[in-house]
């Protein structure tokens, strides 16, 4: 099976989309929204008003209204159509915004036709094919000089992140938190459900051999970002 069929099987495209995966968000604890809050106020400082942005992994478009805000354009794409339908639901009067189902490892887009492409929020862990393609991929369609932003959880947020995920599985939006095998950045329930995380030095290894510039900085405790600069 192809890293795309695999993908299309993942957890996120059959289990938990559109409205289980707002839940999720919704029973959120504080520090966690906190945490989520100072994702984006980071990812707004880079935004231009002349800026097309992508967003890889959009889910049910929790992020969209407020790029929005700031740049010319931002297209969501995620692979979970129901995710892709709830948030055209709650999106339909924000005019400078599109929705698209496809995968991050093959966009169907131009090369540099972006000025910025985020994925945040774990998500390039969360996708759960080789990151190198599609860090590949989103240089491929950012303009020279534009900026790619990737994110993972910091060390530092290991227990509120736990806390976050128990809260879900006892809500029943994901499996029995398997303690065992939870533990060094990964949890995994019962029901074959994983959530893993990169490294700074993961990401080094992962762009090691491309043309680009990288820098890394945490915010707030909870994240770390991976800031890539196309050249």
């Not at 929705?99 to 985020?118: G, I, P």
């Not at 879900?168 to 060094?184: F, H, P, R, W, Y």
């Not at 994983?194 to 990288?214: H, P, Q, Y």
Request: glycine share 6%; proline share 3%; charged share 25%.
């Amino acid at each position: 099976m192809s890293e795309i069929e695999t993908q299309k099987n993942s957890y996120y495209h059959q289990v938990l989309s559109a409205s289980k995966l707002k839940q999720c968000y919704d029973l959120a604890p504080q520090r966690v929204k906190k945490y989520l809050n100072a994702e984006i106020e980071y990812v707004l400082t880079k935004i231009r008003p002349q800026d097309l942005i992508l967003e890889l992994g959009c889910g049910y478009g929790r992020l969209i209204p407020r790029i929005s805000r700031k740049a010319k354009k931002v297209i969501g794409i995620d692979i979970s159509g129901p995710s892709l339908r709830l948030a055209g639901e709650m999106l339909k009067e924000i005019p400078n915004m599109a929705l698209l189902e496809m995968n991050a490892l093959k966009l169907a887009f131009k090369d540099n036709v972006f000025d910025k492409v985020f994925c945040i929020q774990n998500g390039i862990s969360a996708f759960h094919v080789n990151p190198k393609t599609v860090i590949r991929e989103s240089i491929r369609v950012t303009k020279p000089g534009g900026k790619i932003l990737f994110s993972t959880y910091s060390e530092k947020f290991w227990n509120y992140r736990l806390d976050w995920f128990r809260l879900q599985s006892d809500a029943g939006l994901i499996g029995e938190i398997d303690s065992v095998k939870t533990g060094n950045g990964t949890i995994v329930c019962k029901d074959g459900f994983s959530a893993t995380t990169f490294t700074e030095k993961e990401f080094i290894e992962f762009t090691s051999d491309l043309n680009i510039r990288t820098k890394f900085k945490e915010i707030d405790g909870s994240s770390l970002f991976c800031e890539i600069c196309v050249l």
